[in-house]
C-alpha cells in the first residue's frame, strides 16, 4: 500500500513537471505578432502550418505558422493572388510612354539662282531651214535639191512669210533645170493666190519669158498682154505691149501684132517703145 502511495505520488510529480515544463511552450506558441494584418506569424518558424484551398483557382496550398487558434487567418494564394478569398485589386497597366512629335521634313534648300533652262531642241525643215537650205542649192546650181526643198516648204507652211519667196525660186529652178510647163505652172499659181503683192506684174513676164523658151510666141504674147490688164499705169506696162508684138510677129500673127502696136502708140504716145511701134507697124505695112 506505501508502495502504492508512492507511485501515485511520483506520478503526480511527474504530470505536475510536465504541466509546469509544457505550459511555457503553449504560451509562447499562442503570442501572435499582429504588427502586419495581412500574414499571422509564430514564434516557433518550424511549425509546418495546414493546407489552404483557394475559391479562385481551387488549388491547395500550405501556410507556414497558421495552425495557431489565434491565428488571424489571413492568407494569400500564391498561384493566383487572392487572399482570404478575395480577388486582388487590379494593378493600373503602365502607359505607354508618350510617342515623339512626327518629324517635321526639312525645308528644301532655297537655290541662290534660279536653274537654268535647257536649249530648246534643234528645231528641223522648218519653214526659215527649208528655205535657207533652196536658196543655198539654188545659188550653187543644184536646182534639184532646190526644189526639193522649195517644195517642201510650199507644201507644208502655206501660211508663212517666205512662202512667196519659195514660190518664185521655185519657178525659177524649174526654169533653169528646163521644165519650163512647171515654170509657167507655178507662175500661174503665184499670180491667182498671191493677189495683194507688189511684185504680180514681173510673174506674167516671167510667164511670157518661159513660153518664149517653149516657143509657144502666142501664149507668150498673152501673159504681156495679162499685164495690162492687171495695172495699165504700170511702169513697165509700154514694154509689155511692145513685147506681146513682137510675139505676135514671131508667131506669124501679123494683125494680131499690129494691134498691139497701135494700143502701144494709142495708150502710151510718149514713151520710147511707141517709136519703134511705129516703125514696126511701117515694117508689115499696116502704116500709121
Not at 91 to 118: D, E, G, H, S
Not at 163 to 170: K, P
Not at 267 to 281: I, S
Request: net charge positive.
Amino acid at each position: 500500500m506505501e508502495t502504492i502511495k508512492r507511485t501515485a505520488g511520483l506520478l503526480t510529480f511527474v504530470i505536475v513537471a510536465v504541466l509546469v515544463l509544457t505550459v511555457p511552450v503553449f504560451a509562447a506558441d499562442l503570442k501572435i505578432d499582429l504588427k502586419d494584418d495581412t500574414t499571422s506569424k509564430h514564434y516557433d518558424p518550424s511549425h509546418p502550418g495546414h493546407e489552404h484551398q483557394c475559391a479562385n483557382c481551387h488549388r491547395t496550398y500550405n501556410q507556414p505558422g497558421d495552425n495557431g487558434p489565434y491565428s488571424s487567418g489571413s492568407y494569400r494564394c500564391p498561384y493566383c493572388g487572392y487572399q482570404n478569398n478575395v480577388p486582388p485589386s487590379p494593378v493600373n497597366p503602365t502607359p505607354y510612354p508618350p510617342q515623339p512629335p512626327a518629324p517635321q521634313p526639312y525645308p528644301p534648300t532655297p537655290t541662290p539662282y534660279p536653274p537654268a533652262p535647257y536649249p530648246p531642241q534643234p528645231q528641223y525643215e522648218t519653214d526659215a531651214t527649208l528655205y535657207q537650205n533652196g536658196f543655198s542649192y539654188f545659188n550653187s546650181g543644184n536646182y534639184g535639191l532646190a526644189i526639193k526643198y522649195f517644195k517642201k516648204l510650199v507644201d507644208r507652211y502655206p501660211q508663212s512669210t517666205y512662202l512667196e519667196g519659195a514660190l518664185f525660186n521655185l519657178a525659177q529652178s524649174y526654169k533653169m533645170s528646163y521644165n519650163y510647163k512647171e515654170a509657167i505652172r507655178t507662175y500661174q499659181k503665184m499670180i491667182n493666190d498671191l493677189r495683194y503683192s507688189q511684185n504680180r506684174v514681173n510673174w506674167f513676164f516671167a510667164a511670157g519669158e518661159a513660153a518664149e523658151l517653149m516657143f509657144k510666141y502666142a501664149d507668150a504674147a498673152k501673159w504681156y498682154e495679162g499685164v495690162i490688164r492687171e495695172n495699165r499705169n504700170h511702169p513697165r506696162a509700154a514694154e509689155a505691149i511692145y513685147r506681146a508684138g513682137q510675139d505676135y510677129e514671131k508667131a506669124y500673127k501679123n494683125r494680131d501684132a499690129a494691134n498691139a502696136y497701135r494700143n502701144l502708140i494709142q495708150m502710151f504716145p510718149y514713151a520710147p517703145f511707141a517709136g519703134m511701134a511705129r516703125e514696126r507697124l511701117a515694117a508689115l505695112g499696116f502704116g500709121y
